[in-house]
Every structure is written in structure tokens, then in C-alpha cells.
């Protein structure tokens, strides 16, 4: 199975920071990579697919970047609403496998 | 709009069985893969398995091959997860995920329903 790696694990940050999250692939996966957003309790949420594009309604802040096995995810203004949890998931191969999440927390 | 209702999580024992529902609206079901996706408490998010539209195609994670079953009633707007030889380790939320024409990640999610393996 793939194995995909998440760093960090968690971080604190302010409101209006810029944060990049990133996500690497134990292999090739071209651009077959989704984010997704999971705040406390709550199912996650579809942010961009295809590694870099955007799901219809989420804000432009965010933006996602890569190809092959390297992977980021950038908010350009946190807000409040963002500090969350977030995952990549590669969608190249079965098994699909998610990472391991990074924490987003208020600093 | 696109709902998905999870249904038929329980407590049940180490070695049980159990059958997940999920009911869909708000789409033409018939058309679109569907996959399951669990959560341990406090854990990040693990997929579990997929199946095609049509239901001809199945997929499963290595953790569940054998004992999980995933299929679908396309004439009820209807998907299934039949969990056999339950461990404490599939104690979980196990979410209902829609999928997207053009990649298997996951466009809409229900609630999720917990599991949990305990005697």
C-alpha cells in the first residue's frame, strides 16, 4: 500500500498567518491527491482534488501544489473557522490510504 | 442536495457481526461509486472500502479483506457494509462517502455511525 506522510503533525498558528501543510507519498502518484478538512465532531469536508483544484464553495485562500510525491497545502490568511484538522488522501491506488492528519491549533 | 444517512452501528461483541446502512438522496445513486471510511477515537481517518456504481467491482484495505462485505441495492438508493469477526480495533465512526466522477476521493459524506467491539 502507498504510504502517505503528513508534516507536521501539529502546529500553532494566529489568525491571518500564511501555513503550508505537506504531504508525501512512499511512491509515484502523479496528481491523484485530494485534501480534506475535519473540524471536532464532524465529518471532513472535500477542500481540492486533483492536487491543486479547488472544490466549488471552498474560499480561494486555499490552494494546494504538486506532483509525483511531494504535496502542499496553502492557507493564505488563516481564519478562525480553519483551525482544524486536515488530511491528504491518494487516490492513484487500492488500497486508497489518507494521511496521518495535521492539527492546526490557535496559537 | 446530496444527503447520506448512516445507520446501523451498535455495541457488539469481540467476534460479532454487524450491518451498516446508508441511505442516499439528493443524487442518481445508480450512477456514482460509493466507499466507507472509518475512525478510531481520537485517530485519524482510515479507508475501509469501495464499490463501482453498478456494483460489479469491489474494493477492500488490507485490514478488513475477508471479514468486511461492501455492496449496494441501487433499486433503494441503498449502500451496505456487512462487518463479521469484529475486533476491538474496529471500534470506529464508520462514514458513508460519495465519490465523484473522475477520482476515487470522496465529494460528499454522512454523519457517520460508531462501532464499538466490546464485550
Known amino acids: 500500500a502507498i504510504r502517505m506522510t503528513q508534516s507536521p503533525s501539529s502546529f500553532s498558528a494566529s489568525t491571518g498567518d500564511r501555513v503550508t501543510i505537506t504531504c508525501r507519498a512512499s511512491?509515484?502518484?502523479?496528481?491523484?491527491l485530494a485534501w480534506y478538512q475535519q473540524q471536532p465532531g464532524k465529518a471532513p469536508k472535500l477542500l481540492i482534488y486533483?492536487?491543486?483544484t479547488l472544490q466549488s464553495g471552498v474560499p480561494s485562500r486555499f490552494s494546494g501544489s504538486g506532483s509525483g510525491t511531494d504535496f502542499t497545502l496553502t492557507v493564505s490568511s488563516l481564519q478562525s473557522e480553519d483551525f482544524a484538522t486536515y488530511y491528504c488522501?491518494?487516490?492513484?491506488?487500492?488500497?486508497?490510504?489518507f494521511g496521518g492528519g495535521t492539527k492546526v491549533e490557535i496559537k | 442536495e446530496v444527503q447520506l444517512v448512516e445507520s446501523g452501528g451498535d455495541l457488539v461483541q469481540p467476534g460479532g457481526s454487524s450491518r451498516l446502512s446508508c441511505a442516499a438522496s439528493g443524487f442518481t445513486f445508480k450512477n456514482y461509486a460509493m466507499s466507507w471510511v472509518r475512525q478510531a477515537p481520537g485517530k485519524g481517518l482510515e479507508w475501509v472500502s469501495g464499490?463501482?456504481?453498478?456494483?460489479?467491482?469491489?474494493y477492500y484495505a488490507d485490514s478488513v479483506k475477508g471479514r468486511f462485505t461492501i455492496s449496494r441495492d441501487n433499486s433503494k438508493n441503498t449502500l451496505f457494509l456487512q462487518i463479521n469477526s469484529l475486533r476491538a480495533e474496529d471500534t470506529a465512526i464508520y462514514y458513508c462517502?460519495?465519490?465523484?466522477?473522475?477520482?476515487?476521493?470522496?465529494?460528499?459524506w454522512g454523519q457517520g455511525t460508531l462501532v464499538t467491539v466490546s464485550s
Open positions: 511512491q509515484g502518484i502523479s496528481n491523484y
Open positions: 464499490i463501482n456504481a453498478g456494483g460489479e467491482s469491489t
Open positions: 486533483a492536487a491543486s
Open positions: 488522501q491518494q487516490y492513484s491506488t487500492y488500497p486508497l490510504t
Open positions: 462517502a460519495k465519490v465523484p466522477f473522475g477520482g476515487d476521493y470522496v465529494d460528499y
